[in-house]
């Protein structure tokens, strides 16, 4: 399948995705983000990833409206954060998130982390709020195997989306949880795919780079794509946004995405959802 920055995946309730977005955690509110989001939609990308606990919805919606493209050829996702969780404090978090967006719906509503002992209530006010059509699709993130099988096993509406840190530095840490989202039809989105920008330089991935006459972080969302996993990079920079949206072009061989899937170090540049019962 030839992929283009306007490609997109089908997610187990037929809603579509698109393979490759932008996510703006720790990008401020104000103009910074309203920026950069116009740049991001200006370059193509069609997948804006912000959460509630980024502070920055406000803009993210102002910056949408400004760009003049319809609301429905964008894919908007916000995330419901881990204070909000609980049933009846669900149901106001997004009430809450759609009025900063200025937005009826959003595409993609997440469970942002699986807090013990609220993570099912929250699941259930998700789906009534799915149900009343305020987010025509709804996920988990930062799920592993455990989570996901707990989940399944009580949820009434399945996840469409697991949204997991992943780049070839954790990629087999993560194995069986992405089997399992394999098998049980659940999309798997890359956070932190460019790992922050910790492993850029690493010398193993500046061998491959070079080798296909890319940047590390152009293989590295390569490698994502190949995966079969919606990326969603973060850049505030014009310059990056637009090397990061030049993956289409060109192929990792089978035995360079080996070689890249090997280089596990257990990575974890934010928190891990080993600690989380
Ligand atoms: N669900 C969750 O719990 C969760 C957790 C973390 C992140 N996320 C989502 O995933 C998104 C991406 O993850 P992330 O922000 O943690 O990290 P990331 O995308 O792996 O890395 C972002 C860093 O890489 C730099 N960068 C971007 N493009 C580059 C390029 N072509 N060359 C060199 N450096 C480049 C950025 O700098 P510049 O800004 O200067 O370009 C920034 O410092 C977030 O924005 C958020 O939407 C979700």
Redesign the pocket.
């Known amino acids: 399948m030839d992929l283009t920055l306007h490609s997109d995946y089908t997610l187990n309730n037929q809603e579509r995705i698109p393979v490759l977005g932008c996510?703006?955690?720790?990008?401020p509110d104000g103009h910074q983000t309203i920026d950069a989001v116009l740049d991001a939609l200006a370059l193509g990308y069609r997948l804006i990833?912000?959460?509630s606990v980024?502070g920055n919805e406000r803009s993210v919606g102002e910056a949408i409206k400004r760009s003049g493209i319809n609301r429905d050829e964008i894919y908007v996702t916000t995330?419901l954060w881990n204070e909000d969780q609980g049933y009846e404090q669900a149901k106001r978090a997004l009430e809450g998130s759609l009025k900063k967006l200025s937005m009826t719906y959003v595409d993609l509503y997440?469970l942002?982390?699986p807090v013990a002992g609220k993570r099912q209530e929250s699941w259930r006010a998700i789906e009534d709020l799915h149900d009343r059509g305020f987010c025509k699709s709804i996920g988990v993130?930062?799920y592993l195997k455990p989570h996901l099988v707990e989940l399944l096993m009580h949820c009434r509406v399945k996840p469409v989306v697991n949204?997991l840190?992943i780049?070839p530095f954790n990629y087999l840490s993560r194995l069986d949880t992405i089997q399992f989202c394999r098998k049980n039809d659940i999309h798997i989105e890359a956070?932190?795919?460019?790992?922050?920008?910790l492993k850029?330089s690493d010398p193993r991935l500046l061998k491959i780079a070079r080798k296909y006459y890319r940047?590390?972080?152009?293989v590295l969302l390569r490698w994502s794509l190949q995966e079969g996993f919606t990326a969603?990079?973060?850049?505030?920079?014009k310059e990056?946004?637009l090397?990061?949206s030049k993956v289409f072009d060109f192929s990792l061989s089978i035995s360079d995405m080996d070689l890249l899937s090997a280089m596990n170090e257990n990575l974890t540049?934010?928190?891990n959802p080993e600690d989380q019962a």
Not at 215 to 218: F, K, L
Request: glycine residues 10%; proline residues 7%; hydrophobic residues 30%.
């Open positions: 996510g703006f955690f720790k990008v990833d912000t959460a980024y995330k997440l942002h982390w993130s930062n949204q840190e780049s956070y932190s795919p460019l790992t922050k920008g850029l940047s590390p972080a152009q969603i990079p973060k850049s505030s920079g990056h946004l090397e990061n540049t934010g928190w």
